[in-house]
């Protein structure tokens, strides 16, 4: 077999080739450390590159989850600490997000269970701990497009996704939430799958998994949520595992919801490509050429889904929250109307201008997406290249941290494997930030020395 060196130095140079306007990581001189001190510690192993992390873990779901929590022990202790001290700043405890827990507690599917077992056994954390930790992000509910066919420069779908959450930092000791890093799963009941996650959570916010599909969401907030449910992020975790068709993924996604999500799915061996929206107790499943797309003030795009923070289906828009309704004319007029939870109240957000950017900067690049073309797209919608207001944000986030802040953003192509990733740092939001190239099925063959 090839050396991992061999193998990065072909992809790096023919990347910077095809794609000169990047700065690309190499992704090849740093050793990776094999553990292999037990049978739980087989396969797992994590290696330091510049700018991110990355860990494998292979095996049954508990001995991924030991894997994930023994490798990265200091780093979970460290980072689930400033997590809690951070919300309670916000007005949210332990307590309450336990009761979330509770709640949610019997829709946790047992494999994630394993898992969040096999990490609290892995780093010494208390599995109730894990467990509450990986339920935050459920109170606190970004962008993402898929195109395809004619759109793109040699009609493979490309899938791309910007997570924007906010800035976090322990307002006590003043340390940063240092968690992100590269995730590589091999199931052994399941398929191989690459995704962006962070240090000590058995959830996902979207990747990609070996057969071609792909994965990601945005929060629309609306008045039909419950807690008594799987959380959308373990769902999207049970798809990149055990989907291998869009429909296979859509009937994970629409099984026992809980709060309000747009989410796209994709194939990229067939070019299938849906979208749900949903909340509690409603699913609309549909693709860019169904007439929701054209619901006022919302448009299609030939071959391109896309969305933000709202919804355009007509029957889930009316139990949108009303500042989260397109449809309400004084929304053009909020430009910096904050509107999101009481908790991120320094937090400006300008969905409609989100949807309108991302979609402006789609039409202009139509016809010749491809990998390198839609990494450009997303980072040039965020820099403000087309839009006053994200240039706005841009200046007031580099003097006083408020606004947009993307935690990553990555685009693949899922039939190939190919992932271009950019990750935030503290100060820094991802879009500015060097561009990284890994491959699922290159990351899948390496043996660490």
Known sequence: MKSIYAICIVFIFIYNVIFPNFSYVMVDALKGTAIDENTLLEGGWIKELPGVLLLHTEGSYYKMGYQHGYLL????????????????SKGTTYNDFHAIWNATKPYVPDQIIEEMQGIADGSGIPFETIAVSNIVPMKYHCALF??????????????TRSLDYTYIKDPVT?????????????????????????????YCYGGINEKGISIAHATSYCNDETYNGTHLRFRMKEVLDHASTVQEAVQIMNANKTCGYNII?????????????QNANISYVGTWNQSDEANHPCWPIDHVIRRTNFYVNKTLAASQRPCFDPRNPINY???????????????????WFHYKAL??????????INLSDAMDLIRDVYNGKNNIMFKINDIQWNIIHFG?????????????GDMLISFATSDISAFKQPVMYFNLFELKAYVPP
């Open 359 to 368: 979609s402006q900067e789609i039409e202009k690049r139509w016809g010749f």
């Open 333 to 351: 007029l909020k430009i910096l109307e904050n509107i999101r939870s009481e908790e991120f109240r320094g937090l400006p957000s300008q969905f």
């Open 174 to 202: 003043g340390e940063e939430w240092d968690t992100q890093m590269m995730i590589i799963r091999e199931p052994e009941e399941g398929f191989v799958s690459m995704y962006p996650g962070f240090t000590g959570f058995a």
């Open 146 to 159: 898929s195109a395809y066919g004619p759109a793109t420069s040699s009609g493979d779908l490309y899938f």
């Open 73 to 88: 022990k200091e780093r979970i202790q460290r980072n689930i600490l400033i997590y809690f001290n951070f919300y309670e």
């Open 265 to 277: 799915i994709a194939d990229g061996k067939t070019n299938e490509n849906v979208l749900i929206e």
């Open 404 to 416: 947009y802040y993307s935690i990553h953003q990555w685009v693949a192509c899922p039939k190939t």
